[in-house]
């Protein structure tokens, strides 16, 4: 079945302790990118690949880091999480940055 | 700067109403187009799209958008609401090549009986 999966889906952490949330598509697709989604702000684009090796900044790249070793994995890394980053998380994954993209079931963070 | 609006931040419909969700971009050329739903507690699904050609487009669930050039807009509508229709809509857009895709904020659909 094609998908994209997310661990974990929930997460309650305290502030500054590192933590890693990882995605993984089945589709082999080239483009992935991760969301943050925050009432009344809709999904704001943290970070996006267009292929292994080759990230980029998105709309609030901000206290997130990511890497994109394999093509099927794209780790978000929180370094020293704040609470400003309370939040749902989503990975996606597409074959272009316009194209279709399927959605992950999200994560959902909270910074105590 | 480029932007995509969805007016209503929240829409409540009678059951077997029809519906349409506003979406209107502010892009310099003709964007792509899209339509996603979020169900409670799930991730983003896609409805519909639109790149070229009609502008009318058909998508999943028996819905249906319509691209108006002149308005920049790309309207939501599905004739008749069924209850498992109540979710999160947002409009999407892009630009050709790997530009990111920029989501409006959303609308809440109700649905009462």
């Known amino acids: 079945e094609a998908q994209v999966t997310q661990n974990p889906r929930y997460l309650i952490t305290v502030t500054g302790k590192k933590l890693t949330v990882t995605c993984s598509q089945n589709m082999n697709h080239e483009y992935m990118s991760w969301y943050r989604q925050d009432p009344g702000l809709g999904l704001r684009q943290i970070y996006y690949?267009?292929?292994?090796?080759?990230?980029d900044k998105g709309d609030v790249p901000e206290g997130y880091k990511v890497s994109r070793k394999e093509k099927r994995n794209f780790p978000l890394i929180l370094e020293s999480p704040s609470p400003n980053q309370t939040s749902l998380y989503f990975c996606?994954?597409?074959?272009?940055?316009?194209?279709?993209?399927?959605f992950g079931p999200g994560t959902r963070l909270t910074v105590l | 700067a480029q932007s995509v609006t969805q007016p209503d931040i929240h829409i409540t419909v009678s059951e077997g109403a029809s519906l349409e969700l506003r979406c209107n971009y502010s892009?310099?050329?003709?964007?792509?187009l899209f339509w996603y739903v979020q169900s409670p507690g799930q991730g983003l699904q896609l409805l519909l799209k639109y790149f070229s050609g009609d502008t009318l487009v058909q998508g999943i669930k028996g819905f249906e958008a319509e691209f108006k050039r002149s308005q920049s807009s790309f309207n939501l509508r599905k004739p008749s609401v069924h209850w498992s229709d109540a979710a999160e809509y947002f409009c999407?857009?892009?630009?050709?090549?790997?530009?990111?895709?920029?989501f409006g904020k959303g609308t809440r659909l109700s649905v009462i009986a």
């Open positions: 892009y310099g050329a003709t964007p792509y």
């Open positions: 690949s267009m292929n292994v090796e080759v990230t």
């Open positions: 996606a994954s597409s074959w272009g940055g316009t194209d279709t993209q399927y």
């Open positions: 999407a857009v892009g630009l050709s090549g790997n530009t990111p895709l920029v």
